[in-house]
């Protein structure tokens, strides 16, 4: 975005944070490092739910520089997203393993699926 | 099958060397004596017997034919148990033609599966997806679904703003776009729809489709419309209807990939278990189907 002076440059992030404009290509792969700095900090400080009780406050403490960059890069409605989507992706990873340790059998979805007409074995 | 044609064969030679057989043992069952292989002329009243006994011969059928079965050497005994119904020749025949219609039946059966699975796309019985819309494309055109007639399209929704998983299918898709056009050019469109119209207006969708792939075409159109597109392709969306100005708000949306025919019939859905090159495949498999 060389062409976009300075300001205009904060105004455009601005925009994105806001949601007021969709982020491009770059503007994405900032935001999800940002994310995957945050969840990094989220993983050495084990906690899984950044949004509430315990959590939040540990996050808050000991992710603080990591959680600015997340808030600066993305979007606020995706910051929430993101920090429940790990608590959604944490909980169907447990689900997974415990079904296993019960012995559930994995099914493959690779190929084609349950819909009629797919013709492929 | 040869083996169950030559049984047939032998059962029919013994059939008519039994004949004359029958009619040795009718004139050693007409003879007083049993050494008399048949009636003589210079005896007058055997022979005289056995004429007789010739036309009573065949109205007493059924008690003659239980004398057959007595056999005077070990050869006869033994020739008689070999053409007898249950010989191991039948035995065999009775097996290969079980066999053999045990292996029909289950050809047939599978012949068909494998067309009932080909013809479910069609006719009756399918799932109704897609129809009729008009929308606006990216360049602010009217596009209407008749202007996807006449070749494959590959349908997504999504929005502009969503945080991960639309990105990355767009990805995918003009990938498993570049992969049919590369082996079939021309013949699928591969069309984005928006959920969120109330933010995506063509100008927006132009720019966000433009990092993607430049043969994306984008959709978008009022409320109302986008709703109806929606339901026709079973698509379940969240978008909230009045969302005051400066708000920000995620759309949750169904995440598949349609495959629709060059009449606008829906094929199948492709979906995230699929990697590019797969999809490309199974796209490309039902791009024969259509040709044959």
């Known amino acids: 975005m060389g062409w976009f002076s300075t300001s205009a440059d904060e105004k455009r992030k601005e925009e994105v944070r806001t949601g007021a404009r969709a982020p491009d290509r770059t503007e994405r792969k900032q935001c999800w490092d940002a994310r995957d700095g945050f969840y990094r900090c989220l993983d050495k400080n084990n906690v899984v739910d950044s949004l509430t009780g315990e959590g939040k406050k540990i996050a808050d403490k000991q992710c603080a520089t990591e959680h600015k960059a997340f808030e600066e890069n993305c979007a606020s409605a995706w910051v929430t997203y993101f920090k429940r989507y790990r608590v959604a992706e944490h909980k169907k990873k447990e689900t997974l393993a415990r079904l296993e340790k019960e012995g559930a059998n994995r099914m493959a979805v690779e190929g084609p699926g349950d819909t009629p007409g797919s013709k492929k074995i | ?174 990938r498993m776009f570049d992969l049919v056009e590369e082996k079939a050019p021309g013949a699928l469109t591969p069309v984005f729809i928006t959920c969120d119209p109330a933010r995506d207006d063509p100008k927006i969708l132009k720019a966000y489709l433009a990092e993607f792939h430049e043969r994306l075409v984008g959709l978008t159109g009022t409320y109302e419309q986008i709703k109806d597109v929606c339901k026709a392709y079973r698509v379940y969306f969240s978008t909230p209807r009045d969302v005051p100005p400066g708000q920000d708000y995620l759309v949750d949306h169904s995440i598949y990939f349609y495959l629709m025919d060059p009449e606008g019939d829906f094929v199948e859905a492709l979906g995230r278990q699929h990697s590019p090159e797969q999809a490309a495949k199974v796209i490309l498999e039902h791009m024969k189907d259509w040709k044959r």
């Open chain 2, 1 to 174: 099958m040869s083996r169950s044609l030559a049984a047939p064969q032998t059962l029919l030679r013994s059939l008519l060397q039994s004949r004359p057989r029958t009619q040795q043992q009718c004139q050693r069952f007409l003879s007083t004596h049993s050494s008399s292989p048949s009636c003589r002329p210079r005896r007058p009243t055997p022979s005289q017997r056995c004429t007789d006994g010739q036309s009573t011969l065949n109205a007493n059928r059924p008690f003659l034919e239980q004398r057959r079965y007595k056999a005077k050497t070990v050869e006869e005994q033994k020739s008689r148990y070999r053409t007898g119904p249950f010989s191991w020749k039948a035995g065999l025949l009775f097996v290969v033609t079980s066999a053999g219609l045990v292996w029909y039946f289950e050809y047939e059966k599978q012949r068909m599966q494998r067309k009932r699975v080909a013809e479910a796309t069609k006719g009756v019985g399918r799932p109704k997806v897609g129809g009729e819309f008009q929308l606006v494309d990216h360049e602010g055109r009217p596009f209407s679904s008749r202007d996807l007639k006449g070749r494959y399209s590959l349908v997504y929704f999504g929005f502009t703003h969503c945080p991960d998983i639309c990105p990355e299918e767009l990805d995918k898709m003009a």
